[in-house]
């Protein structure tokens, strides 16, 4: 199901989930700005790669167009954090940073990648549970739809064709309602 976005909205950036990890992208190139020199094409750059990938995942997969892309590209952002937390514990045992700076960032990694998961589970969720809505308000018209075709009720056959309009118009109405409170 597709999910309106206004062309430049940015909508991306009220979430809270994106300023979270804008926040880790911030401190991670700080910290990244000291490592040694040797490093800049190989551990400085994987960081910084790994870090901007979680921010920019999350933006991308907003202005996509379903729910079930968003999924993905929270879903890669994930993978992202999960690459930074790695490169993370390799800077620290190279002493690259401090006991205190490998906390910090650690709690900062682990509260994105928490709201990351949160984020995906609970959109799974609202997807799936609106689908069964859907599906369940269409087979109420189908059954409807097929009472009349036995010849129950034909007497009442534009009511009836008004419900399943109704069923069919509700049944959408919900996947969409949920679809647009998933953001």
Known sequence: MKRPRAPGSGGYRNQFIYQKAMNLVIKTLALSKRFPREEKFGLTSQVRRAATSISSNIAEGYRRRTTKEYIRYLTIAYGSCGELQSQTDVAYEMKYITKDEYQAINALEEEVSRLLWSSIETLKTRAQGARSMAQGLANAGTQGARREA??????????RHEEQGLANAEAQGAWDKAEESTL
């Open 150 to 159: 036995q010849g129950v009720g034909h007497e009442k056959e534009g009511a």
